[in-house]
């Protein structure tokens, strides 16, 4: 078995000692996560991050971030995260149409970027609420 630990930039998301196995979106590419895996640290992408427990299974929406694996231990730090029993229709469509709404105006490149990888975050969301 293996510790879990992820957390946003405002709380902890999820935390246990009782882990089978995780995929997580890498940059890269997906990457699944086995007892006695090597060690790494990489940055995350927009995507889902699958938790298999000898009980259950669950899936946490992340926005990206940074994972390390080391000595069955996973420490995920996303910039937003949020399990996907949370998720409301309300809550996904409105922050759509606000990040929509920004990118009409006048913005700087790199706020642009920061909107559309919002939109993308939003979508996916959407995708896995309809989903369930």
Partial sequence: MMKLVINSSSKKIF???????VQ????????????SHSSLITT???GEVKIKTDSEEKI?????????INDDQIYILADE??????LTKKGI????KMAEE???GTLLGSEILQLEKQIRYQKLKQKLFKSR
């Fill in 102 to 104: 920004k990118l009409s």
């Fill in 60 to 68: 946490i929406i992340i926005n990206g971030g940074f994972a390390q």
């Fill in 15 to 21: 935390e246990s000692d009782n882990v089978k196995a």
């Fill in 44 to 46: 995350l992408e927009i």
């Fill in 24 to 35: 997580i979106p890498g940059t890269e590419g997906e990457i699944g996560v086995l007892p």
């Fill in 81 to 86: 995260a949020e399990l996907t029993e949370e």
């Fill in 93 to 96: 469509e409105e922050a759509i």
